[in-house]
């Protein structure tokens, strides 16, 4: 008994650190689409400190195993006001940077902690600096960068690799995302003995928020009561959601396609309660196939599932009384709240 249950804790331990990585893994790549359409990220009230344990996995993962990581974090400071993805970008980026600059039996040292800076130079946007911030430091044992060189690190598409090494833009990714946070940064470099890229940003006065991407424990719920369409062309999600809504009292019928969705509902038009679909389908679209449908059944609630919530295609299921617009992939919970405010009503 204990032995399992032991075993058990250990497993949703590893479940929850996997799911924990997925949620960055789709913030990040929400943070992309947003950084190239020229968007702002969603800044609170973060801990350094907690950002460097939690990228140490990813880092691990990234770096050569003969490369030593040495971290010193004050788990003391103060937050900072910063969005939680590009903060694990700048991370990544450092550490990746300091990775090329290094001999494979190297050491990078990433630190957190409290400092007072008095008439420095940022390096990148070459301002004077000066007072207390929160320092996000990252240190390489490499040859360190020469003076002239040091000048131009923070351009883009500027790099020192070989073709196909390297593309440029991470360095100058760091400038924008640090300095969009009203941060500075400072290089400290001699050549022959390592660099030091020191992280400069300024305090927040609130506690840090609990992490979004924090493991939320299942409760158990009420059953419900309905019958759901679900539509969704990737077999594995069909089936995954389909347990799901199963799980909470629901009958389902899914459906791999629009065309055998339509079909199933030729069958009872007026026999469902809700219609769950994916967007990006072949053939016919998600909003398309709400579209027919509710042609035949106009009272029948829609949630549109969606890895990619353009604003055309959004507008469009908006004027066609979609319920809800649930962004890929879909936590449990939101999805939960979703159904709940379309059964309840």
């Known amino acids: 008994e204990r032995a399992t249950d032991t075993g058990d804790a250990k497993s949703a ?13 789709r913030d990040l790549i929400k943070q992309m689409l947003t950084f190239s359409r020229g968007g702002r990220g969603e800044p609170r009230a973060l801990s350094l400190a907690a950002v460097v344990r939690d990228a140490l996995p990813m880092l691990r993962s990234a770096l050569p195993s003969t490369l030593e ?39 990078i040292k990433i630190g957190v902690g409290s400092v007072g800076v008095t008439d420095a130079a940022c390096t ?21 960068i020469e003076p002239d060189l040091l000048e131009r690190i923070f351009d883009p598409f500027f790099t020192t690799k070989a073709p196909g090494k390297g593309s440029g833009m991470g360095l100058s990714t760091v400038h924008g995302i640090v300095h969009e946070h ?33 493991p939320q424990r299942r409760l158990t719920k009420r059953l419900l009561l309905g019958r759901v369409l679900l539509v969704d062309d990737e077999p594995s999600v069909l089936d995954a959601v389909r347990e799901t809504l199963i799980s909470w009292g629901l009958r ?34 998600g909003t398309e ?6 042609a035949v059944h106009a009272e029948l609630p829609w949630l549109l599932c969606s890895g990619l919530t353009d604003s055309v295609n959004m507008a469009r299921a908006q004027a066609l009384g979609v319920s809800a617009v649930l962004r890929k ?8 709240a979703a159904v709940e405010a379309v059964l309840g009503s």
Do not use: W
Not at 13 to 25: H, K, M
Not at 70 to 97: F, G, P, R, T, Y
């Open 13 to 25: 331990e590893y479940l929850d650190q996997a799911l924990a990585s997925c949620r960055r893994a």
């Open 69 to 107: 990581i040495e971290v010193a974090v004050d788990d003391s400071v103060a937050a900072v006001l910063m969005d939680e993805v590009q903060a694990h970008q700048v991370l990544l980026n450092l550490a990746i940077n300091a990775r090329d600059a290094s001999p494979p039996s190297g050491r």
């Open 124 to 144: 990148s946007c070459r301002h004077v600096v000066h007072g207390r911030y929160i320092e996000l430091s990252v240190a390489d044992t490499g040859r360190g």
């Open 182 to 214: 009203r941060g500075h940064i400072i290089v400290d470099s001699q050549p022959g003995q390592g660099c030091v890229f020191r992280i400069l940003l300024p305090q927040h006065a609130g506690a840090p928020d609990v992490a979004p991407n924090a």
């Open 252 to 285: 389902v019928e899914a459906c791999v396609s629009a065309e055998s969705a339509e079909r199933v509902f030729a069958k009872d038009p007026l026999g469902f309660d809700l219609l769950i679909t994916d967007h990006a389908m072949p053939t016919v679209t």
């Open 289 to 294: 196939l709400a579209e027919r449908l509710r």
């Open 329 to 336: 992939p879909v936590e449990q919970h939101e999805l939960r």
